[in-house]
C-alpha cells in the first residue's frame, strides 16, 4: 500500500527566504505525486505533479518540487517566500493499483511566513 | 469553466437531522470522490466512485453515511442521523482518468449542534 510522510507539521520562514517541505513516500510501484495547497476556507488546489517524466517538476506560483527514486522523496521548494504562501501544503500519492486514481495523502505542513 | 461544485457551503443543523450534501463533478471527470477534512483527523477519504460505481467504501464511518452517485453530474452523500461528532469539512473532488490528479470543490462546512 501506499504511504506519504511529511516531516514538520508546521514550518516557518522569513519573507523571501527559502521554502523547504518534505515529503517521503512509499510505494510499491512506480509512482505518481502531487502538492496540493490549501489556503483557509478553501479546497484543495494542485500545485504540481510528477507522473514519471521529468524529475524536476515546475509548479505554480514559483514552487517546484524533486523526485528523487533513490530517496523516496518529493520534497517542496521554493526560492523565496512571499507572505500570500501562507498555507497548508499536502503532499500525495496516487495508488496506481486501483481501478481509479485514488490518492494516498500526507498530514499536511503548515507554512507561516513572517516578515 | 466551473469546477466542482458543492451545496450547501454551510450547514447547521441538529443532533439527529438528516444531512444531505450535494456535488457537482467537473463535466467529463470519471471519478468522484468524498472526503472529511477535521483537525483532530485531517482529511480523510470516505468514498469513491469510478463512472458513478461505488468502488470503495472503507472510509464511511458508519452506518449512518450513505453515498449515491445516480448519473455522471450529481452525488451525494447523506448523514442520518447526525452527531455532533460528524461536524467537519466535507470536500468533493472528481478526477478526469485514472492516476490524475483531482480537483477539489470549496467544500460544505457542517455544524452538528
Known amino acids: 500500500a501506499q504511504s506519504v510522510t511529511q516531516l514538520g507539521s508546521h514550518v516557518s520562514v522569513s519573507e523571501g527566504a527559502l521554502v523547504l517541505l518534505r515529503c517521503n513516500y512509499s510505494s510499491s510501484v512506480p509512482p505518481y505525486l502531487f502538492w496540493y495547497v490549501q489556503y483557509p476556507n478553501q479546497g484543495l488546489q494542485l500545485l504540481l505533479k510528477y507522473t514519471s517524466a521529468a524529475t524536476l517538476v515546475k509548479g505554480i506560483n514559483g514552487f517546484e518540487a524533486e523526485f528523487k527514486k533513490s530517496e523516496t522523496s518529493f520534497h517542496l521548494t521554493k526560492p523565496s517566500a512571499h507572505m500570500s504562501d501562507a498555507a497548508e501544503y499536502f503532499c500525495?500519492?496516487?495508488?496506481?493499483?486501483?481501478?481509479?486514481?485514488?490518492?494516498?495523502f500526507g498530514t499536511g505542513t503548515r507554512l507561516q511566513v513572517t516578515l | 469553466d466551473a469546477g466542482v461544485i458543492q451545496s450547501p457551503r454551510h450547514e447547521v443543523t441538529e443532533m439527529g437531522q438528516e444531512v444531505t450534501l450535494r456535488c457537482k463533478p467537473i463535466?467529463?471527470?470519471?471519478?468522484l470522490f468524498w472526503y472529511r477534512q477535521t483537525m483532530m483527523r485531517g482529511l480523510e477519504l470516505l468514498i469513491y466512485f469510478n463512472n458513478n460505481v461505488p468502488i470503495d467504501d472503507s472510509g464511511m464511518p458508519e452506518d449512518r453515511f450513505s453515498a449515491k452517485m445516480p448519473n455522471a453530474s450529481f452525488s451525494t452523500l447523506k448523514i442520518q442521523p447526525s452527531e455532533p461528532r460528524d461536524s467537519a469539512v466535507y470536500f468533493c473532488?472528481?478526477?478526469?482518468?485514472?492516476?490524475?490528479?483531482?480537483?477539489f470543490g470549496p467544500g460544505t462546512r457542517l455544524t452538528v449542534l
Open positions: 473532488a472528481s478526477s478526469p482518468s485514472d492516476y490524475n490528479e483531482q480537483f
Open positions: 463535466s467529463g471527470h470519471n471519478s
Open positions: 500525495a500519492v496516487s495508488d496506481r493499483t486501483g481501478t481509479a486514481s485514488k490518492l494516498t
